[in-house]
């Protein structure tokens, strides 16, 4: 039971990933269905549609979620993350929401911490690496 351990970072990592992609693949699938998220200033600042900036979000959440699940740049992956989290968080305020959203920030958080596991490729192409 003791090497159990060994597979916490890992199912942590992946599972917070599969959660970025799902609703990365989402927000590409049901934009308008997201745009009620989208904060007036953030259409405002940036002159671009709410749509567009569901698409953006999407876009980053699919690549930030697919490098997450293949643990590749973890720790640089994990730090944007754990930002776009709290700064989600912190929009959508403090309702059942909002406290979802912060866990999976702290669950973020941990993986930042934590960096690459044995199970991501930064292990495998540390290990691989030539020594000088």
């Known amino acids: 039971m003791r090497n159990l351990r060994l597979f916490a970072p890992v199912v942590l990592r992946i599972g917070i990933a599969l959660v970025f992609l799902w609703f990365g693949y989402d927000q590409f699938r049901d934009p308008s269905a997201w745009t009620a998220y989208v904060p007036q200033f953030a259409v405002t600042i940036s002159m671009l ?5 569901v698409h953006i979000n999407a876009a980053f959440e699919l690549i930030f979620g ?12 994990a730090f944007f993350l754990t930002l776009h989290m709290f700064d ?3 929009i959508v305020g403090w309702d059942a929401v909002g406290v979802r959203d912060f866990g999976l920030s702290i669950a973020t958080t941990a993986i930042w911490l934590f960096g690459p596991d044995w199970f991501s490729l930064d292990r495998f192409f540390k290990e691989k690496a030539p020594s000088l």
């Open 49 to 53: 549609s709410a749509t567009t900036l």
């Open 88 to 90: 989600i968080m912190f």
């Open 66 to 77: 697919a490098a997450l699940m293949l643990g590749f740049f973890t720790r640089f992956v």
